[in-house]
């Protein structure tokens, strides 16, 4: 049976993250092989995962776990994303 995620997707003129609850993150194992491109929230509950290589970790993960990934865009077309101003994963 498949689990139905809905997941925002926030981009920038010039870069994209997938925005992923940290607690899912844990539970897929997937931390360890996410690189320092990647942001977290103040809290630390929710990951920003850069699109070129740690988004689609996670979402091979989920994948192979029944999850069926919707994203919803969230972009800044004109300006960088808050995104930025975040500490990196591992920072």
């Not at 809905?6 to 920038?12: I, K, P, R």
């Not at 870069?15 to 996410?34: D, N, S």
């Not at 029944?66 to 994963?89: M, W």
Request: glycine fraction near 4%; proline fraction near 4%; hydrophobic fraction near 40%.
């Amino acid at each position: 049976m498949s689990t139905l995620l809905q997941l925002n997707f926030h981009s920038d003129p010039s870069h994209g993250w997938l925005e992923v609850p940290r607690t899912l993150a844990v539970a897929l194992h997937i931390i360890p092989k996410i690189s320092s491109y990647s942001y977290r929230s103040h809290d630390g509950d929710t990951l920003y995962l850069e699109e070129d290589c740690d988004a689609a970790v996670f979402l091979e993960a989920a994948k192979a776990q029944g999850f069926v990934i919707k994203t919803v865009e969230r972009n800044s077309p004109r300006a960088d994303s808050f995104i930025r101003s975040l500490r990196r994963v591992g920072a």
